[in-house]
């Protein structure tokens, strides 16, 4: 069974807080994706990363980083959190194009 | 870069009706195209993909069809069951680019009993 887990299920900061969400799978997958979730606008990439130290920014880069130091570990980073980053975030896995496989998300409240 | 869109964002239907959601996509050379199905407070997960070569996939109750002409594709459920209810997003992705997976905004599918 394919695993991606995500460090935490729910996460409070404060505004301007340096935010670290971790996500780790355990297929060898070279693909992980980092997305965003917001109501009625779907899964809007943030960062991928096809290989390690490897990344592509998204359609949403802004505000955000990551880092891809071990093939199974994809972190994204909120360098000074924001009240509009409160959001869920979703942490993706795969082989390049085949079944993407998520982890359980984690709904951040920045305050 | 790839723009994936998404009709209609919410559909209800009568149980055992057929339910159809559709996108378009804009990078002619996407090649890749799955769908998920996210049921409320859980993960998306793969429920069928289509590959450009393909022009129709079926799956029991499940169809996507692709028209690489038109650039798009949709989805196709019948005899709809009120576990059907859920929210499913479509997504395109090109191999040059090792696989980005773009997504549509989503469609609430409600199966009324």
């Known amino acids: 069974d394919v695993k991606v887990t995500q460090s935490s299920r729910y996460l409070v900061k404060r505004t301007g807080e340096k935010v670290f969400l971790e996500c780790v799978q355990d297929?060898?997958?070279?693909?992980m994706f980092w997305y965003r979730q917001d109501p009625g606008l779907g899964l809007r990439l943030i960062y991928f990363?096809?290989?390690?130290?490897?990344?592509e920014k998204g359609d949403i880069p802004e505000g955000y980083s990551v880092s891809r130091e071990k093939k199974e570990r994809f972190s994204l980073i909120l360098e000074s959190a924001s009240t509009n980053q409160t959001s869920m975030y979703l942490c993706?896995?795969?082989?390049?194009?085949?079944?993407?496989?998520f982890g359980q998300g984690t709904r951040l409240t920045v305050v | 870069g790839e723009n994936v869109e998404q009709h209609p964002s919410t559909l209800s239907v009568q149980e055992g009706d057929s339910a159809v959601i559709k996108c378009t996509y804009s990078d002619s050379a996407s090649n890749y195209f799955p769908w998920y199905k996210q049921e409320l407070g859980k993960r998306p997960q793969l429920i069928i993909d289509?590959?450009?070569?393909?022009g129709e996939k079926k799956d029991q109750r499940i169809a996507v069809t692709l028209n690489k002409t038109a650039k798009h594709f949709s989805l196709h459920i019948t005899e709809t069951q009120p576990e059907d209810s859920a929210v499913y997003f479509c997504a395109a992705s090109l191999d040059n680019q090792g696989g980005k997976l773009i997504f549509g905004q989503g469609t609430e599918l409600s199966v009324k009993p």
């Open positions: 993706a896995s795969s082989f390049r194009q085949s079944e993407a496989f």
């Open positions: 990363s096809y290989d390690v130290k490897m990344k």
């Open positions: 289509i590959r450009s070569n393909v």
């Open positions: 297929m060898d997958h070279e693909n």
